[in-house]
């Protein structure tokens, strides 16, 4: 098994070869950020690299303050790297943390299709493309509730729906579940696993700090100090991490 510049092993199978493969749907290649402090440039992200296939969940973990959520701006376009390069299926979604700062209409169903006015669709086709992505999400029933009424969790879901009727390709989760109860938790994590594959080929990125959420994962990246320390399965990351946890209990 390979090493990184950590000396911390690298999961095997999964590579970084040429840009951009049809069988996945977020690569990155020596991505680096930094930011202006004092005169100096203050690096936060450093030489990062990942792949994504198409059609799966994989989980973003490593400790706070780490580059995580930069990483995911950057993939979102929200940042732009300071070096390196994306490739990234259209259309993508980045999903806030507070569901609040992206839920914003009255009613769920009026939330779920405020995106589609860009489009040129009838309003049937509008209530059919609705209804499809709350039902993936499994929040049909909630079509005519008030958005106030609902709990965090199903509010992430309704904002996730909004995603998959625009026909996302590409969703980005940020640390959806940090507020949430075990009840909405398990409700959006299955909601994100409903809306993967598919002839939409739906891939999803989900940076968490919970690391029991690695088990819904097809695959994981542990962060460390701004650099990707490892990339592949989860067994093996579960197992690093494991090992790290021990190991800092011995100390």
């Known amino acids: 098994m390979a090493t990184s510049c950590f000396g911390y092993p690298i999961c095997s199978g999964v590579g970084m070869g040429s840009m951009m493969s049809s069988s996945y749907g977020i690569e990155g290649r020596n991505l680096s950020f930094s930011y202006r402090r004092g005169g100096k440039d203050v690096p936060i992200l450093k030489d990062c690299s990942l792949r994504i296939p198409a059609g799966q969940l994989w989980m973003l973990v490593g400790p706070n303050g780490c580059g995580k959520s930069t990483l995911l701006k950057i993939l979102a376009g929200l940042l732009n790297p300071t070096s390196g390069d994306v490739s990234i299926r259209r259309p993508r979604s980045f999903v806030f943390q507070n569901p609040d700062h992206q839920v914003v209409m009255p009613t769920v169903e009026a939330d779920v299709a405020f995106g589609l006015g860009k489009f040129n669709l009838t309003p049937h086709e509008v209530r059919s493309k609705v209804e499809s992505a709350l039902d993936a999400v499994g929040m049909l029933e909630y079509l005519q509730r008030p958005v106030q009424t ?88 579960a197992h690093f991490l494991n090992e790290k946890q021990i190991g800092y209990a011995d100390c």
């Open 150 to 237: 609902l709990s965090g969790g199903q509010k992430q879901r309704v904002a996730i729906a909004g995603a998959l009727a625009e026909a996302c390709r590409v969703l980005l989760l940020d640390e959806l579940t940090t507020f949430l109860d075990e009840n909405d938790q398990k409700g959006v994590i299955k909601a994100v696993k409903n809306s993967l594959g598919g002839l939409g080929e739906v891939t999803a990125l989900w940076v968490t700090h919970r690391l029991e959420e690695l088990r819904y994962a097809d695959g994981a990246i542990y962060m460390e100090d701004g650099r990707v320390v490892m990339h592949g399965d989860v067994s093996s990351i």
